[in-house]
């Protein structure tokens, strides 16, 4: 079975870097010691003209929470639209409300914006205590893949959640493990959860 490595990276070089180690995607980002926020438009040019790889896109306007203003928001939908235009594989999103939901209004909105692009919800999913449910409204909203590692801690100590995660999806949505995840622990991982796709900083080695 094949295993896609999705190398999460925090500018251009580490994406170069990523790539040569073997990485089968990249999650481009900035300002990754505080979650990952969106790169600039010439970084997402530049991977994308340059990498023969998938580039999927953080759209995240600062560090912090995940409750945005609409302010923000129309920040995210402007980005998106760049990305539509640079024609990147997929845009990376996620919103919740003051009580750890997912904020549905926000999501659509981005959603629709993103057109054609796969969306990926990143781990702001991790937040939510009602995981099951969570799934079913990602999965309805047509989103393609989320992001988690299956709740406090990492993805390793998570398996369970993770595992049970893979079986409620059916296929239907990607369950892509994050979280603690490396090239030296991803066999693991994929061994007792059943994911496809893993994801990581250092998932094919170190990047700097």
């Known amino acids: 079975m094949r295993i896609i490595k999705e190398a999460c990276v925090g500018s251009y070089l580490e994406a170069k870097r990523a790539s040569v180690l073997g990485a089968e995607r990249i999650e481009l980002c900035d300002n990754l010691k505080e979650g990952g926020t969106t790169p600039s438009y010439g970084t997402i040019l530049m991977a994308k003209e340059t990498l023969k790889l998938p580039i999927n896109v953080m759209i995240r306007p600062r560090g912090g929470n995940f409750i945005y203003s609409e302010d923000e928001i129309k920040i995210m939908e402007k980005d998106i639209a760049l990305c539509r235009k640079a024609q990147v594989n997929a845009i990376v999103i996620g919103a919740l409300t003051a009580d750890h939901q997912i904020d549905a209004a926000v999501v ?101």
């Open 108 to 208: 659509e909105r981005l959603v629709k914006q993103a057109g054609e692009l796969k969306v990926t919800f990143h781990m702001a999913f991790d937040e939510i205590a009602d995981k099951k449910a969570a799934l079913e409204q990602l999965i309805a909203y047509g989103i393609d893949c989320v992001l988690t590692k299956g709740g406090p801690g990492t993805a390793l100590e998570n398996r369970e959640t993770l595992k049970a995660l893979v079986e409620q999806a059916e296929d239907r949505i990607v369950i892509l493990a994050g979280g603690g995840v490396t090239k030296d622990n991803y066999q693991q991982i994929v061994a007792e959860t059943g994911v496809k796709e893993v994801h990581g900083t250092k998932i094919v080695g170190p990047l700097s």
